[in-house]
Nanobody, 125 residues
Framework: QWQLVESGGGLVQPGGFLRLSCAPS????????IGWFRQAPGKEREGVSC????????AYVNSAKDHFTISRDAAANTVYLQMHRLKPEDTAVYYC??????????????????WGQGTQVTVSS
């Protein structure tokens, strides 16, 4: 069964750092573009970032550009989201997702082929 497995969420203080991991099961990071979405309490799910299947194209939504970094490790078959200088408004369930390409279309969610189960990130003192 093909699926995406997230890990790395938790509770962190404002200004802190977390690294989320997304590991495909049943396929490799070379098969799909992989990225991240998040859903805060009471809000719609929104895109964060994606990386192409070869790792040669990366996209961020504006709110993520200055303190999130996406990367991939083909040997580990994992995509990472490093989150720096976290703020309380970054509190959300973070979802990993896979699609054919990393582009603006990735963020409108219509092209998503697989979703992970989500991992909770809470930024609070």
């Amino acid at each position: 069964q093909w699926q995406l497995v997230e890990s790395g969420g938790g509770l962190v203080q404002p200004g802190g750092f977390l690294r989320l991991s997304c590991a495909p099961s049943g396929f490799t990071v070379d098969a799909y573009a992989i990225g991240w979405f998040r859903q805060a309490p009471g809000k719609e799910r929104e895109g964060v970032s994606c990386i192409s299947r070869r790792g040669d194209r990366i996209a961020y939504v504006n709110s993520a550009k200055d303190h999130f970094t996406i990367s991939r490790d083909a040997a580990a078959n994992t995509v990472y989201l490093q989150m720096h200088r976290l703020k309380p408004e970054d509190t959300a369930v973070y979802y990993c997702a896979a699609a054919d390409i990393c582009s603006n279309r990735f963020f409108d969610q219509t092209s998503i082929a697989f979703w992970g189960q989500g991992t909770q990130v809470t930024v609070s003192s």
